[in-house]
């Protein structure tokens, strides 16, 4: 903690004077329960230019600190230690003069960016008034700049949409307004609060690169917190990993990415699935190694290290110390006391770092979790399984009303817009696509088992327009799903038990096989057998989601449906959900219909992908092909803004960086609906540009089990394209 | 790993060892019935709620047994007497012994409160709810209904009704104050179905084949249990008074048949110089009123997981204890930053 303690000048720092140094920082907060201790010491400094990267699950306390910097914490935390902008102690300082310091010399970007612009002002006058409360500028002057500012930050037309209001914006603009207003007053310090987890990955990418434009533009210091160790990786120069509201390791990027010496950053870089994931040919996939149990409760907390409860090299003595952040034993030695202060050398809280730096291997530190052997199901040949879904050209269109008495129809919602695909048994499909692109409604779609609109789902070998209430109930006992959010999935009113039972109540089981199935479905997914007394909220969120796929299982379904089952959990939790679900589908030669946004995570489980774009799927087919040679340039720019974990092959990759936003889906343009974003249209031919705008394109064969919908469809490899050579 | 976390609230997760599990019998779970029971019975100022309400169920029908005064019985030795040991709460001025007459109307009240309450909430309910789960046509044809009676002068309507039905029995005025009392709150749970129709647990026991009644009386009606609850306690204390008002008027409960309405108006004109004629009944409408949004808070918190009231008690005291002596330590180890820089770096 000392180490990094950058207050004094010295003679020799001088070019590199940290602009904001915080040292020793807690934060704490009253509770119902007691006393919580969000932030334990907190150390850091930041040199003009460069990027601090937090990283941590949630309640590590990194957001807690970034607030604390800011002096936004409600009045009744306690903080104490000391922040230090230029030299200027902050700690202390009153609202009013605190004010004048955020937004001027510090910038904020924050995680909801519909939230943090005020709906009912336009944008350009909440940027106007960030400049004149702290610029003495007249109106004039301070317009021209807002534009200039939203021109800086990629704001298309930006005369003219500086007179829009916030929802005029969508998610992506409204996050380059809000670093717009982050970089109005030129600040010395960004923080930057989760700023791109509530966007999609190619709004993503095109946000770190305005981020990034934003700190050339004023040489700023960033501050980016976040937990996405991919996001991290490529943005960063250096990066403290938070956990338990400390900071457990910390130091330059490639080193704590490559040479990690704590093991809880061993076990979350562990943890993620990678998009670069090697998977030889014919072999299982890789189980990912999670971390057992769950963060700390922030109150009266054990003596010892934090994560030692968790740490599977813990010996007695993380029981009861808990261990400095220290320079770690076997890094490379510090070269001088600058570089100490300047943050270059690695600092670790761990008592064993020296071991792992050293004669402890890394990989080794985690058990790899085996999974089962791919069952008899698994093994045959796609062809020759028996299809358990079969979508044909389904189409879903709401209708657009407008009139309070007469309702009359302006316009068509094209949410679904004939998609086809299959899912044979034992097998799963990655469904993927950004919000808005049709992914729910197709789901949804699947198991209301409607009756209307066009296109054909096809259930078990059953159309499901013909079936009666018997054969419908009959089929919802083959067909389950898995919910996004765990929290909002099960009845908090019911315990667990009843919980389980209400399916197998529903479909009539007696009471006495009931009562044996549930204690089987808790031990299936990991759960005691005594937790059947218990209520939803006495559960954390993975084992709330564990819950959930036992209910999911009850009935012994054939197809489970997951919405996006991980994107609610850290990312520890996370890897033993995946591999539960990896395990079950062997066990039990389950099929499942995957739905995500992350590809990453649909990569590591999925065994075909189909990528859905504005109520089309735009490619589909096996995941090894589809991710080693995409091939419809969505796809391909959707797969280079994932980021890696891998702060090197991060640095090296090039993203192709799409132009907009997805379009309304009750606006479909004509011809190829991704001509107008289409990285390649632009590079094509007169004649070939205006067959992408008049002709639908049908989906292209290019292998055995490989589909793209492309006028021009041509592999790229994107994922590894600078580093395989 | 039950090193730090306490395992009432956080079980450890991770797979059990086989062995372990297999060794195990399943053992019969708890009800859910016994489960809100010993949850309400927790519950100190619900239980005392209870209590009250038995002894006033108690009192209204043992009550007449321990005097020797009957309700309909007049002493015409005393008239608008006070207290005394001949007559518990004093005589009305017929001589009437209050005691006997306030029990007689407590039966009536508690009887026609509670089944008022209970009537039109579970109407308010399922309309409300089925209405808005199934939508379309049901709710619009249900809403009409709504509305239609919420136009409809009640008080009018059953006082026109009532000498109809004079001399039969008295539960035909329970329906009717039922019948008029339900639908403000109908529309409040209609617009809360609406939001919880797409919540997800909502959605899974739809997808699992749940069939939507079930649907609604397990798991929407449950969700807003509380509101339910507080609006049945509402609803008792409004009947009791609206069919005070009705009786007032000679449109409820009809002589020799009491109730604490009758009991109050008869008594309105003396209240104010024999002050226990008011006392005595109005007492008992408050007892009413009090005990039963006693039990009502008592069993929001019991069916409701969140709250804190109705946790195991122990667990509560242990954290409670603990915090005092663990605060000490970790206050010290916060100390130790807040020291200055060159004593801490002696002190690492």
Redesign the interface.
Known sequence: ??ET?P?QPTEAADTAQPVLAVS?L?V?FPS????V?AV??VSYAVRPGEVLGIVGESGSGKSVSSMAVLGLLPESAEV??SVKLAGRELLGLGDAAMSKIRGKDIGMVFQDPLSALTPVYTVGNQIIEALQVHQSLDKAAARKRAVELLDVVGIPDPKRRVDAFPHEFSGGMRQRAMIAMAIANDPKVIIADEPTTALDVTIQAQVLEVLKTAQEVTGAAIVMITHDLGVIAGFADRVQVMYAGRPVEAGPVDEVYYRPRMPYTIGLLGSIPRLDEARAEGTARRALTPI???P??MV????GC?F???CPIAVDQC?TD?P?LTVAEGAEPPQALDSVRAGETPLTACHRAHEIGAGLDRDAVYPVPVLPEAGAIERLPRAERATVLELDGLVKHFPLTKGAIVKRTVGTVRAVDGISFDIREGETLGLVGESGCGKTTTLLEI?DLPSGQAGTVTVFGKDIRGLNRAD??GL??D???V???PM????????I??ILA??LK??GWDKARI??R??ELL?MV???????????????G??RQ?I?IA?ALA?EPKLVILDEPVSALDVSIQA?ILNLLDELKTRLGLSYLFVAHDLSVVRHIADRIAVMYLGRIVELGAADDVFAAPSHPYTQALLSAVPLPDPRKERERSRILLSGDLPSPADVPSGCRFAGRCPKYSELGDSDQARCREEDPAAAVLGPDHTAACHFAAAVDVVESAVAH | ?S???PPA????????PPGE?DG?T?????S?LR?TVRRFARNRLALFGLFLLVLLFLGAYGGPFLTKWDYQQHDFLNFLSSPSGDHWWGTTQGGVDLFALTMRGLQKSLIIGLLVGVLSTFLSATVGAFAAYFGGWTDRVLMWIVDLLLVMPSFLIVAVLSPSFRGSTWLVFVVLLGAFSWMITGRVVRSMTFTLKD???V???K?????AP?IIF??IL??M?SMLIIDTVIQVGAAVIGESSLSYFGFGVQAPDVSLGTVIADNTTNASTYPWLFFFPAGCLVLIGLSISFVGDGLRDA????A?GAKARSHRKK?GK??QP??A??AT??AV??QT?DA??TA?
């Open positions: 903690m000392t303690r207050t020793d807690t704490s119902e329960a007691g006393e201790q334990r010491g104490t230690g057992d149990g769950n700390p409760k009266d907390p054990a003596p934090p030692a409860p968790r029981h808990e400095e198991l419908r109930k919802r006992r067909m389950q799903i919910f996004q959010d909002a999935a099960l009845d908090a009113r019911m315990p038990g009843d209400e399916p529903t479909h009562a044996a549930i204690p031990d990991g759960l005691e057998p005594e937790h059947a007394d218990r209520y939803p909220q006495e559960f954390s993975g084992q564990r959930s209910r009935l033993g | 790993m090193v730090q976390l609230t956080e079980p450890a997760p991770g797979p059990i599990a195990r399943a053992k019969a779970r708890t859910r489960l919540r997800e647990f959605k899974a026991a997808y699992m084949g749940v069939p079930v397990r798991h449950p969700s249990a069916l409701d997981p969140n804190a954290s603990k915090q663990k605060r330590p970790s180890a916060a930053p807040a820089p801490q770096e690492s």
